[in-house]
């Protein structure tokens, strides 16, 4: 009796050349990117509240430096009336803070101007410099809602008329706009 042989074919060549294994691409967990985005999002909102708190400081300051007795108030252009106990002299027994800020039935009238078409920047400024200590915006665009830098607004409407007299202690409502 015969062995039988039987040969297998040899294997083909391999044509790449043995690479080590590649270790696996590191990818931050879902919880870590999260993690990020919120943390993002904390220090924009801390940035603006701090811009605005500047910004906001900033024109307080104005509104200080506009609550000025009576006779400190720019007249050349605005007609001012001023109710007797604004020009009474303050008594020993007031603090020298409540003369310098008459109790708002006691607040002066002041003319409002003509602000359509200004600058915002430039029309809360002529509104503090003439006593006017609440001045705010609005904003008419569809696509920025908040003004937060009036110099790159224009006003296109105001909440009281020009012309009419108005306390300098009413809230004036600038509406303004980017577009044009």
């Known amino acids: ?8 074919p040899p294997p083909p060549p391999n044509p790449t050349p043995h690479l080590p ?23 924009f909102c801390c940035a603006s509240a701090i811009v605005g708190a500047i910004i906001q400081g900033s024109n307080d300051s ?6 000025q007795p009576a006779a400190v108030l720019p007249s050349s252009s605005a007609s001012v009336v001023h109710s007797p106990a604004a020009t009474t002299p303050p008594t020993s027994a007031a603090p020298a803070s409540s003369a310098a800020r008459p109790s708002p ?20 400024e002529t509104l503090t410099d003439l006593g006017f200590t609440k001045v705010t915006f609005g904003s008419q665009d569809d696509d920025d809602k908040v003004v937060l830098f009036p ?25 303004c706009t980017k577009e044009g």
Do not use: F, H
Request: no cysteine; glycine share 4%; aromatic share 4%.
């Open 1 to 8: 009796m015969q062995a039988l042989s039987m040969s297998y």
């Open 21 to 43: 294994p590649q270790p696996p691409k590191r990818r931050l967990p879902t919880a870590a990117i999260i993690g990020i985005v919120i943390a993002g999002l904390v220090a």
């Open 62 to 67: 104005r509104a200080e430096s506009a609550r």
């Open 105 to 124: 039935s006691a607040a002066a009238q002041l003319k409002m101007p003509n602000l359509v078409g200004e600058n915002a920047q430039v029309a809360y």
């Open 151 to 175: 110099p790159n607004w224009t006003v296109t409407k105001q909440s009281a008329k020009a012309g009419v007299l108005v306390r300098a202690d009413k809230t004036i409502v600038l509406t």
